[in-house]
Structure formats: C-alpha cells, structure tokens
C-alpha cells in the first residue's frame, strides 16, 4: 500500500469514527425531544435533524446543544 493510500484511508477512517461519535452523542441528548416532535419522521436525508431544528424552540437544553455541536 502506498505512503498516500495509507494516508487517505487513516483520515477516512478518523473522520467516519468522529461522525458517528457525533451522531451517537445527538441520538442520545435529542431522544426524548424526538419522540415528542418527530416520531412520525422517517429516518434519512437528515429530515430528523430539520425537523428537530424546525422545533428548536420547544426542545431541551441538552437537545438544542448537541444540535449546535454537529454545526462546528
């Protein structure tokens, strides 16, 4: 394997790991305002996340920052 392949697939593999610890950390902080709001959503093309976000106003704190975490 070249030094580049080696080199792509180490930060594919470093990004997916940090996408999916994000993911992990939303699921859980936004579960309660899920049911709530968004139960009816099917899952994929981020339409969870818009509708989370369409309900910002009315969600928990813990929610609404684990929200504003996926933006950095």
């Known amino acids: 394997m ?5 080199a792509v697939l180490a930060f594919v593999v470093a990004f997916s ?3 999916s610890a994000q993911s992990s950390d939303t ?3 936004c579960k309660a305002d899920y049911d709530k709001f968004c139960a009816g959503i099917a899952p ?3 339409k969870i ?3 989370l976000n369409a309900k ?5 704190a813990t929610c ?3 929200l504003d975490s996926r933006k950095k």
């Open 2 to 6: 070249s030094k580049l392949s080696f």
């Open 17 to 19: 790991g940090t996408a």
């Open 27 to 29: 699921r859980g902080a």
């Open 44 to 46: 994929g093309g981020g």
């Open 49 to 51: 996340i818009a509708c």
């Open 56 to 60: 910002r106003d009315q969600l928990s």
């Open 64 to 66: 609404k920052a684990a």
